[in-house]
């Protein structure tokens, strides 16, 4: 299980011209081998297709800590409340998600990813406004970058 935070696709840039759309496409590509891309025919694959689009508007990919700072902006910068996180978190699929990461991963990252929460909690005072898990349908042919600035995400 790959535990480090690294750069490895355009969707992490700051000011990425992708658009949302492209840089979602782009990071299935490089996921392609961790996960297929989920048809959301269900809840649970509908929140997984948010939790992607999150993944990519906030620039994290899926290492365990970019995992860890995906959690953490999901908390702090969106409009899903910690009750709508946990009640994920408690479906079967989500229970089978969390056994097969391993409690001593998620310690891991919780101890490592400390420094992220704090860095992640003042950057996500900064922004404007919450990103909306469910409402961002309306921006998937906005670039990246202008997303960012929209929000004033740094």
Not at 7 to 22: M, P
Not at 59 to 88: H, M, P, Q, R
């Amino acid at each position: 299980m790959k535990f480090n935070r690294e750069k490895v696709a355009a969707f992490q840039d700051q000011d990425c011209k992708l658009t949302l759309r492209e840089a979602l496409a782009e990071f299935y590509v490089i996921n392609s081998a961790l996960f297929c891309v989920p048809v959301p025919e269900t809840p649970w694959t509908q929140l997984l297709v948010h939790h992607d689009v999150g993944h990519v508007f906030f620039g994290v990919n899926t290492s365990i800590l970019d995992e860890t700072a995906g959690d953490y902006w999901t908390l702090f910068a969106t409009d899903l409340s910690f009750k709508e996180y946990l009640a994920y978190a408690n479906t079967p699929q989500g229970k089978k998600l969390i056994k097969q990461i391993g409690f001593i991963n998620i310690v891991k990252s919780i101890v490592y990813g400390l420094p992220l929460l704090i860095q992640i909690y003042r950057r996500s005072r900064k922004m404007n406004r919450k990103w909306q898990t469910k409402g961002y349908q309306p921006y998937m042919d906005t670039p990246l970058g202008q997303l960012r600035k929209i929000f004033e995400l740094e």
